[in-house]
């Protein structure tokens, strides 16, 4: 009895979980949902481009320009895990945006520095732990936003916004390569929408200011 009666309260409790069209309406998971999307197209570029452009650009080896790639992915994971342990002290936003910005950031940095071994090797350290980082911040944020009971499907939203994105960023990053014989619009273009909606993240509701009301 006293047990059943407190599965039904817990259950009271629990807020109903929105509908796809009700979340599409919030706030919050229309910047998750546009952030999610330009930082999937944009993050597939460099994956794309950067061995082509570390061989034509400078002159670097087959193989140190495909060990690139590797260091992306090392630095992904790496970044992954270190955001998990500073998340609670800084902030979900807070990190997020400064995750974007510096993500974008060190693309603009790639059209404008020499394209030389270290200086790659550095962009692919830099561009891999903030892009990795930002994967791991989606899940926290959209509970932080919205509540775990919308978990799901917002996670689901912003998973499928992506694949679009992932199809669209590639083909555009070669257009402009295509049209302008130079690499530099490759990677200014998504460094500026990267920022970009780093600044729509610092628009997002502060659950700590809701509590306080």
């Keep these: 009895g006293a047990g059943a009666g407190?599965?039904?309260e817990v259950r009271a409790r629990?807020?109903?979980?929105?509908?796809?069209?009700?979340?599409l309406g919030s706030r919050a998971m229309q910047i998750v949902a546009v952030t999610m999307f330009v930082y999937a197209g944009s993050i597939w570029i460099p994956y794309t481009f950067l061995v082509a452009y570390a061989q034509a650009e400078g002159g670097i080896a087959p193989e140190e320009a495909a060990n690139l790639v590797a260091v992306i992915g090392l630095a992904s994971t790496v970044g992954r895990v270190v955001i998990g342990a500073?998340?609670?002290r800084l902030g979900i936003r807070r990190l997020l945006q400064a995750?974007?910005?510096i993500t974008g950031g060190s693309l603009v940095l790639l059209a404008l520095v020499p394209p030389t071994l270290p200086a790659l090797l550095g962009f692919a350290l830099?561009?891999?732990?903030f892009a990795g980082s930002v994967v791991a911040m989606i899940g926290p944020l959209l509970v932080e936003q919205l509540g775990i009971h919308n978990l799901p499907t917002?996670?689901?939203l912003a998973a499928a916004l992506q694949a679009p994105a992932v199809v669209i960023g590639p083909p555009i990053g070669g257009w402009l390569r295509d049209m302008t014989g130079v690499y530099l619009?490759?990677?200014v273009l998504p460094g500026a929408l990267l920022g970009a909606v780093s600044m729509?993240?610092?628009?997002?509701?502060?659950?700590?200011?809701r509590a306080r009301q």
């Design 86 to 88: 500073i998340t609670d």
């Design 185 to 187: 619009w490759t990677w």
């Design 154 to 156: 917002a996670f689901g």
């Design 6 to 8: 407190a599965g039904g």
């Design 14 to 23: 629990t807020p109903a979980p929105l509908s796809i069209g009700e979340l």
């Design 200 to 209: 729509g993240v610092a628009m997002l509701p502060d659950p700590s200011r």
């Design 126 to 129: 830099v561009f891999g732990a």
């Design 99 to 101: 995750s974007m910005l």
